[in-house]
């Protein structure tokens, strides 16, 4: 049965207490036209599947942002040091140079999105069990929202550390309303916990339409099992089952696109290598990927702004060894277009934009942009599983079968011959390579404590080594701060040092 996304705008008429004050004041002013009370919903299996449906529009929540080029997955890039910010944004210029502060707006969006998405997924695994209904269907109904609560808390104790974590319906006068930050190990406890339970659901193992799936489930506990095995928790005995997570989803279900552009075309959803991806569809929800992307104010596609808020470093687009399609123009990257409106001339930008966000069918057409936004990707999944074995067992057949199948499709050379450390670093160059902009730099600083050196390709220790900008990384930003607003409202929370 195909997804109705059509049905994704029912969250926004699901109005139930969340735990910040902010957020009540706000509910008890608006008028509520959604008649929806717990004793009156959760009737029929419409109305849990409906419900379901409702909580999938918070994964939006990267792409939240204004008409000054912030956004939620600009700032984690900007975090990482590989891209620079045209837009007019003092908050991007205030990222880049590690000078920003706990009221950057970004910081809210993410917390409060996030716990908003916690809040209806604790509701639906309270009462979707007591729903009648074919028993298949409610367990794929609850692990849909298993994987989805520990989506937002496996963000939400990455950029903030200690959270709050709350598995239940909070209430005015539930002890959880202004709650307490619980240590971060038990935040990835509960993680591990939901995903297994998503994993034993009978999910199926792909979703064309775009639903949680058996390989997202997979491929984001092996990330996880991933980050634990890293800093801070250095729980080593995790590589081996991110590992085991991982291969699982090296099967044949999702394959490789034979061609980079499949990555940001309509066409191509929730197909081939695309694991798990936030769904936009033009007359439902719509975002500014493209043209946040796009170089500052030159007519590059039907937008009504060309905000360059996020631009790759020449440092980084030169990294890339000699030959790699990925580098080469219209692949990942691009630095010339037609001009929109006279296709006869061609706009050169000066510096190189991300093709890989392009949106095609938005730019030539009206300017409405409904790209997904890919949080999981086959090579992701590859890369896990030949990090985590070689963490294991050195560099086997198998780790090395799964790099070089992402560098033979970039015309890349296959890697051989190499050492424990120097396969690390080979695969940790690929990530950077591979994943570049989408959102996994950041988190591999946070696991690894070391940064990608571009000027002479190596990784050095993320503390006292520059990044092409030349700005080195201060401890304090391994996370973000507890938004200001949040602490000025719960006096229970407390901020995270440096902030």
């Known amino acids: 049965m195909k997804f109705n996304i059509k049905k ?18 706000k509910y008890l002013d608006e008028k509520d036209n959604s008649n929806f009370v717990k004793t009156n919903y959760f009737k029929t299996p419409a109305q849990a ?15 939240n942002g204004d008409a000054y080029g912030e956004a939620p997955f600009i700032t984690l890039e900007l975090f990482s040091g590989h891209a620079t910010s045209l837009g007019q944004s003092v908050n991007n210029g205030n990222v880049i140079n590690q000078r920003t502060d706990a009221v950057n707006p970004g910081f809210e969006d993410v917390w409060k999105n996030s716990y908003n998405a916690i809040a209806n997924a604790n509701l639906a695994l309270e009462q979707i069990p007591n729903v ?57 406890d509960q993680v591990i916990s939901d995903l297994l339970a998503a994993e034993a659901s009978g999910l199926p193992a792909s979703d064309p339409a775009g639903r949680v799936s058996l390989g997202a489930v997979r491929t984001l506990l092996a ?26 989803v090296l099967d044949g279900t999702y394959t490789l696109f034979t061609d980079y552009a499949f990555l940001h075309d309509n066409a191509h959803k929730n197909q081939g290598e695309l694991i798990f991806q936030g769904q936009y569809l033009v007359g439902v929800a719509t975002n500014a990927i493209t043209q946040l992307t796009v170089p500052f104010n030159l007519p590059v596609g039907a937008y009504g702004d060309h905000l360059g808020a996020m631009i790759p470093t020449n440092g980084f687009f030169t990294s890339y060894e000699a030959g790699d399609l990925r580098a080469q123009e219209r692949q990942f990257y691009f630095s010339s277009y037609p001009q929109f409106g006279d296709p006869s001339k061609t706009i050169v930008f000066g510096e190189h934009c991300l093709y890989k966000f392009f949106h095609v069918e938005s730019a030539t057409g009206n300017g409405i942009c409904d790209e997904n936004w890919t949080f999981l990707r086959l090579p992701e999944a590859m ?6 074995s070689n963490e294991v067992n050195g560099p086997t057949a198998d780790a090395y079968a ?25 695969i940790w160059r690929e990530r950077y390579h591979e994943l570049a902009y989408e959102n996994k730099a950041y988190f591999d600083i946070q696991r690894t404590h070391m940064i990608y050196n571009v000027a ?18 201060k401890q304090q930003y391994l996370l ?3 938004p200001q607003r949040e602490i000025n409202t719960n006096k229970k929370l407390t901020q995270n040092t440096g902030w």
Request: proline content about 4%; some cysteine.
């Open 8 to 25: 994704y705008g029912v969250g926004s008429l699901i109005l139930i207490l969340m735990f910040t004050a902010s957020s009540c004041k």
């Open 49 to 63: 599947q409906t419900f379901v449906n409702g909580i999938y529009p918070q994964l939006h929540l990267f792409q």
């Open 132 to 188: 009648t209904m074919d028993d298949a269907t409610k367990k794929k109904l609850l692990g849909e929202v298993y994987f989805l609560r520990a989506f937002f808390y496996y963000h939400l104790v990455r950029l903030y550390g200690d959270v709050p974590l709350i598995t239940k319906s909070v209430t005015v006068d539930s002890p959880d309303l202004y709650p307490t930050r619980t240590d971060y190990k038990q935040v990835y």
């Open 223 to 248: 990330s996880v099992y991933l980050t634990t095995a890293g800093y801070p928790m250095q729980k080593t005995a995790n590589y081996a089952l991110a590992a085991a997570e991982a291969q699982k």
């Open 383 to 388: 890369l896990i599983y030949a990090e985590a």
């Open 402 to 426: 799964q790099v070089n199948a992402i560098r033979t499709r970039a015309h890349l050379v296959p890697l051989s011959g190499l050492s424990k450390d120097q396969f690390r670093e080979a």
């Open 456 to 473: 002479n390709n190596t990784f050095g220790d993320a503390f006292s080594t520059a990044n092409e900008q030349g700005v080195t990384m």
């Open 480 to 482: 973000w701060p507890v």
